[in-house]
Structure formats: C-alpha cells, structure tokens
C-alpha cells in the first residue's frame, strides 16, 4: 500500500504511528518510528518537530528522576551518568529543533528557536554537547531565522554558550548589518563599562566584550562605508542632542517630588520613625544629586571636544550650586527639625524655578543649528534589484571561477601555472580594490542607510518571511527642523527622517536607563509574538485584532531612539488642553486628593494599630477620595469630546471607536496579564488617525524578592475611557475581543511557555542589575542559577492570569 504515497506522505504516517505509540507510553518504539519517518523523507519538517518533542518529554522526566532522587555520595557517578543522560536527550531536541528550521523555516518551526535558546542553560558551568549542537548546526540556518531574537542571542554572549551565538551573530552581522548594529554597539559599550568598573586588577577582557568587540571589528571590516556613514550619525545625536543640565535636574527633582508626595500621603498617622526614615532616604538622594550635577570637572586645554560642555558645567554650577546646597545641604539649626514637608516645599520651589528656565526652549529648532553635518548629510538611494543585498558572489566572480576551473582542466605545465597564479593575484587585488571603492563585502546594495527599525521584531506584519533589505525604506535626508516636546515634566527632541518610499519617519530622542530600554526591547518581542498567534487565530484574524510593536532603537548606554507618529496622544495630554481651555490649574485634582487623604488619615487615631488595619483605612480613603473626584470634579466625557471635535464625521468617530475598542482590549488583558502597573494617563497613549493603542513603558512590576505583584487594580479603565466605548462598543467589541485574544493565547501556551521563560529570564537578572552595581560575566551567571525557580514562578502566574 506504501508503494501508491510519496515519500513524504510515507513519512507522515510513520510519524502518526510514532505519536500513537508515544500516547502508549511506548517512548522507545516511537523513537525508533520517528527516525524511520526522517529517514524515509529527511526534509519532512513535520517529522523533526514531532521527534524533538519527543527527546524534550524524554529530557524533562529523566531531568526530574534525578531531582527527586535523593543524593548518596556513592553513587556520585551514576549522578552524572543522569545528568549527561538529560543532556543528550535535550542535544538530540535541539538537532531535530534545528533540522526542521533548515529543511522548512515556516512560522510553526521558528517558534521552536526560543525553546532551542532556552535548553543551553542546561549545559552547566561549561560548555557541553548543548553548547556543540548549536555551534555546528546553528550558523547553518538561514541568518535571517535568528533576527526576533538578537536581544537574547546578545545576552549569550557572557555564558557558556558565547562562542556558540558569536558565529550566529557574525551571519547576521554580514548579511543583516542594519538589523544588528545598534543593539550590538549598545550591548559592547555597556559590558565595556562594566570591564572598566572592575579596575586595573582584573586580567583580560571579559569573554563578553571580546566577543562583542570582535562582532564589532567584523561588521566594520564587511560593511565600511555603512559603518563610517552610521558612527558619523550616531555620534552626532549623541553629542549635539543631549539635553541640557537645567532639563536634566528638572527630571531628577520632578521624580524626587512625585516619591515625597507619595510617602507624606502615606505616613499621615504613621509612627514617628517612619517618617524619620523617609526624611533620612530623601535627604541622601539630595545629597547624590548634588553630587552628580555640581562636581569640579578638571581642567581642561583650550580648543578640546568638551571644552564647550565644560564652560556650560561650570556656569550651571555658579548659578545654581550654593542656592541648592543652601536649600538642601545647609545643617539645620539648634532645635530645628526637618520634615518631609520642609522638603518637599523646597523641591516644589526649585522644580518651579526650573520649569520657568526650560520653559524659554524654542517648541522648534533649525536642525542646522543643533547638528551642521546632519543638516548637510544627503543619501540617494540606489536601484536595486531584488537580493541585490545578499550575500552571493557578484557575476564577475563566477566568470572568474569558471575561467580559472578551465585553466585547471588544461595542461599542468609551469606556464599554465604561472598565469594561474598571476590570474588569481590580480583578481585579488581588484576584489580588494572594488570592495574598498564600494564600501563592503557585499558593495553598494548594503550600503544605503535604511530607516531604523524596519527589521523583527520591531516590525511585523502578515509576510513574516526573510526580509528584503533592497525594499527597505532608505534614508535621504534629515528634516529641517527639530520638534522640542514636553514629555513626563521633561523635554525631549524629535527628529525626522525623510525615506526614500516618501514617507517622514520621526523618532525621539530619550535618554533613559539600559534596563528601561532593554525592558521595552523585550516588551516588542512580546508584541510580535502574540500578533503572530492572533494572525493564526481565525475569529481574531476575522475580528481584525492585532497589536503593533513599537520600534526601540539603542544608540548609547543611555541613549535611545523611539519611532512616534504624527497625531499621538495621550490621555494626560487631553487633559491638559481641557485645563488650558477652562483655565483650571493641571494639578489641581491631583492636589485635592493628596489633601482630602492626608487630611482624613490626619483624623484617624493609628498609632496602636497594626500595620494591615493602617493599610486597610488609608486604602478606603483613597478609594473614598477618587469617588468624590469621579462624582464632581473629572468630566467622564472629557476623552469622547476631545475626539468627537478632532474626527470631524460620524463615520470617522465610529471607525476609531471600534478599532480603539479592539486595541484597548489587547492592552487591558496585556497589563492584567503581565502585572504591569502604573499605568498613568501619561502612559495611556492612541493614535487618533488609526486608533491603536500604544503601550509606552511597558514594564512589568516586581516585589522585592523578585516576584510579579498581585495588583488590586487589573488593568485601567476609568469613566473617562468607558464612556468613549459606549454601552455598544463595550458589550459588542471589547469584551468579546478581550476573551478571543484570551482564548488564542490560551490554546498555544505550550509553545508560548519556553518564549515567556526566555523573556522573564533576561528581565529580572536587568531589573536585578539596575537596582545594583553591574556584574561582570561570571557573577550575572550565578544571579541567573539563584533567579530560576523565580523565573518558573512568574512564569506560572503569567501564564494563569492570561
């Protein structure tokens, strides 16, 4: 009967018979059916997938024997016996994992490479059979398979697995290099620091800056022209687009003043020492701040590259230094005692003087003025063909193989060989020669400035397939002028940059943390993710649903760039135009509720109770304070009559209401899900052309041992937000989309775990590193093991809440 299939048909029935035995419990039987599946049609992919499960089902109950074994000092080597068991079970599932992306690299086989990244932990302190399977079968893959997860495959870089991922990288530094370089350059000169934080004592480099160093010496070799042409760029943002020491402090004391005035709400009818203890914390901080924006800076020789810098330091310093020490630093006098209040009344001083001082930046600068070079820069896109940018030898190499085959063929006489040899000298030097002229390995195609952000996964879209650089938006020019806007009490820069499809992509400039940026790195992966299994849904693909990933690019340890639309607002801004139209005071709700709630708990007689009936009051005064605001000072229509003035027509209110519906849905399941809380009107953003609902700062909230918070408010939404739905909109589309995306997530959460496993892992051990000193690469190896089981533990909780 087998005679009337293919040979893939074969296999797939060898296959079924394999799955049939494995639901027996006959593991064996099926790993002996499924090699005669691969064997019979060894480009079956199907096949690959389905035995590799089997080997990771194999791995896990051998890995969980031997944890529940109980450890005997005689039997040491039968320990390890188990231990290389479970490692070769999961080697030959990293094998099959691999082989089913080479022989077919569809959707369905690709979500296998994060459980293939996942396993090389299980290598331990060195590098083992894991290690060995990804370094010879990895580079193998098309280049283009790894780009979702250059994030973790730069993390790799300081395990055991860092040799490995370094020849996967270099692929994509040769073929992709605009799809690399800024995560790359960002990831070398954090771990660089790191190095040089550890002194002169430490001997040699840490394995991962000599691997980053080494990617980064090969993306300049191959691509010089595009290197030169971006290092040129880059250090222009980051020089002439730093804000300035005025803007800087006024961030700093904007965020001291918002902590003060949460803990002087909190500690009303608190003990004495606890408040003690927050005047001792704020003190410190005040102390730091002073220390880091009034330090003596060196002196320096005239005409150096910071010498204008140093002359703005030493003027911010002579205006400002004695006032904020005066203010903050003084010692108090006898008898005096300084409360919060002290202060916070001098921080709300010094964050108005600042504010008046910023206030005087131009909305708008000539970009002439910010960066001479960047408003001269002109890019003319060249007229590619398609794979023009991949990496295959050029016409005039295949001439040239062929002749020198011919010449091989001939005679071996020593003339023959002596033109061969001359032939092969001179062509090399041409190559050399034409690659030098053309500015890489892979000439003039790969050369052009593409509009960052192009690539996965901070794009995504229903192709999903390899991505064609000669298609990609390619950078012209830089728009005239720079946009100066107000952003979370803090002013940032927004450039445009003009491509070559016509369109004006715009990007700002924020300078921010390394963990901020990489938390918003992975909170695009998460986005691409789940917009690929809503794309695989069907009532959600019917219903339209999707979730967008907003581009993060990192340009410095501390600077990145962030794509913005035109028409993004947000619900803080909304608000304040309602303000400015009623001539009401921005912050009078939020200074109402302070008061109404310190002054209720300033009522209340707590110094016997215990801490959870404390907590328990002030939690119903707040509560009670926000009815009041609801019932008589907040419009609920505020939201519904900005748009209904801003979309002009009824059919372009409905549009925007339904697709707003959809995507509030997505972001409210999101935020419920994966804890993230603080999610303020400033962070509650939408696009009014499209509808979509962004999700900046998408951060997930720990505890102090490391876990994800129980928040007792799931998600936001306020009056404000449920009146712009509307009774039809609410009913109709939002709660039935929130249970689709709920189902969809829920039916692939065997294939989601090992990605959650992957992202929670590389987050925590950034939050960790963020709230201490940097680690170099064997010690962030050891927070990893300690971090595990907390790993699994959110894991778990995700993965029940959604």
């Not at 709920?742 to 692939?748: D, H, N, R, Y």
Request: proline content about 5%; charged content about 25%.
């Amino acid at each position: 009967i087998l005679a009337f299939f293919d040979n893939r048909q074969k296999s797939e029935l060898f296959r079924l018979k394999a799955k049939f035995l494995s639901s027996l419990g006959g593991r064996s039987k099926a790993n002996q059916a499924y090699c005669h599946a691969v064997q019979v049609c060894p480009s079956y992919a199907k096949a690959w997938v389905s035995w590799g499960s089997l080997c990771t089902s194999l791995g896990r109950l051998a890995e969980k024997q031997l944890e529940q074994s109980k450890p005997d000092p005689n039997k040491l080597e039968q320990s390890s016996s188990s231990a290389k068991k479970v490692a070769q079970y999961l080697a030959q599932a990293l094998g099959c994992y691999l082989e089913a992306i080479q022989c077919d690299p569809n959707d369905w086989s690709r979500l296998h490479l994060a459980k293939c990244l996942g396993m090389l932990s299980k290598d331990g302190s060195a590098p083992g059979v894991l290690c060995q399977t990804l370094e010879n079968r990895g580079p193998s893959l098309p280049a283009w398979v790894w780009l979702p997860w250059c994030p973790q495959l730069l993390t790799c870089l300081y395990r055991n697995e860092g040799n490995a991922v370094k020849a996967i990288l270099s692929c994509l530094v040769k073929t992709y290099p605009q799809a690399l370089y800024f995560p790359l350059r960002a990831f070398y000169l954090e771990r660089r620091d790191v190095e040089r934080s550890r002194g002169p004592s430490s001997a040699g480099h840490m394995p991962s800056v000599a691997h980053s160093e080494e990617l980064m010496s090969s993306l300049r070799r191959a691509h010089t022209s595009l290197w030169s042409s971006l290092e040129s760029i880059l250090e222009e943002l980051i020089v002439k687009f730093r804000p300035s020491y005025e803007e800087e402090l006024l961030a700093t004391t904007s965020a001291l003043v918002e902590r003060a005035e949460t803990q002087s709400t909190s500690s009303k009818g608190n003990l004495k020492d606890d408040e003690e203890a927050m005047v001792s914390s704020v003190s410190k901080t005040l102390g730091r701040i002073s220390a880091k924006f009034f330090r003596e800076l060196p002196p320096e020789a005239p005409g150096s590259k910071r010498d204008e810098r140093s002359k703005k330091t030493a003027e911010f310093t002579k205006k400002y230094k004695a006032m904020f020490e005066a203010d903050f630093l003084s010692k108090p006098g006898e008898g005096e005692n300084r409360r919060l209040s002290y202060y916070l009344a001098r921080l709300k001083k010094w964050k108005k003087l600042l504010h008046a001082q910023v206030s005087t930046t131009p909305t708008t600068l000539p970009l002439v003025e910010c960066s001479t070079s960047m408003a001269m820069f002109t890019g003319e896109a060249p007229d590619l063909w398609p794979m023009a940018c991949d990496p295959k030898k050029t016409a005039s190499e295949r001439d040239r193989s062929r002749d020198e085959d011919g010449l091989h063929q001939s005679s071996p006489s020593s003339a023959v060989a002596a033109k061969t040899a001359a032939a092969s000298a001179a062509f090399t030097v041409a190559r050399a020669a034409a690659l030098e002229g053309c500015g890489g390995e892979y000439g003039g195609g790969s050369s052009a400035i593409e509009i960052p952000g192009q690539y996965v996964p901070n794009a995504s879209n229903a192709l999903d397939c390899k991505p064609s650089p000669e298609l990609h938006s390619k950078l012209v020019r830089f728009e005239t002028s720079v946009h100066v806007i107000r952003r979370n009490e803090s002013l940032v820069r927004r450039i445009g940059m003009v491509g070559s499809d016509g369109k004006v992509y715009r990007f700002l400039l924020q300078f921010a943390i390394p963990y901020w940026t990489r938390t918003d790195e992975r909170t695009a992966q998460i986005h691409y993710m789940v917009d690929k299994i809503l794309r695989r849904d069907l009532r959600c693909a019917k219903s339209q649903l999707s979730v967008q990933p907003t581009p993060v690019i990192p340009i410095a340890q501390r600077l990145r760039m962030t794509a913005e639309e035109e028409g993004r607002f947000s619900l803080d801004m909304v608000y304040k135009r309602h303000c400015e139209r009623e001539g009401v005071a921005f912050d009078s709700v939020v200074q109402f509720y302070q008061d109404s709630v310190a002054e209720k708990l300033a009522k209340q007689d707590l110094k016997d109770s215990t801490p959870e009936n404390k907590a328990k009051v002030e939690l119903n005064l707040k509560v009670a304070a926000y009815k009041e605001i609801v019932d008589g000072k907040m419009k609920p229509t505020l939201l519904l009559d900005f748009l209904k003035e801003r979309l002009d027509t009824a059919e372009n209110l409905f549009n925007f209401r339904r697709t707003f519906a959809g995507q509030l849905a997505a972001s409210c399941l999101f935020q419920h899900g994966f804890c993230v809380c603080e999610r303020t009107p400033s962070r509650t953003v939408f696009l009014e052309r499209t509808g979509q609902v962004l999700t900046p700062e998408f951060r997930f909230s720990y505890n102090n041992q490391g876990y994800l918070e129980n928040l007792r408010v799931p998600f936001r939404f306020t009056p404000s937000l449920r009146e712009t739905l509307g009774p039809m909109f609410l009913e109709g589309r939002f709660i039935p989309s929130m249970a689709m995306i709920a189902e969809a997530i829920k039916g692939v959460l065997d294939d989601l775990d090992p990605v959650l496993r992957l992202l929670l892992r590389d987050d925590i051990i950034a939050w960790y590193t963020s709230k201490s000193m940097a680690k170099s690469d064997s010690k962030t190896q050891e927070l990893e093991k300690q971090l595990a089981d907390r790993v699994s533990k959110n894991v778990g909780q995700i993965q029940v809440r959604t």
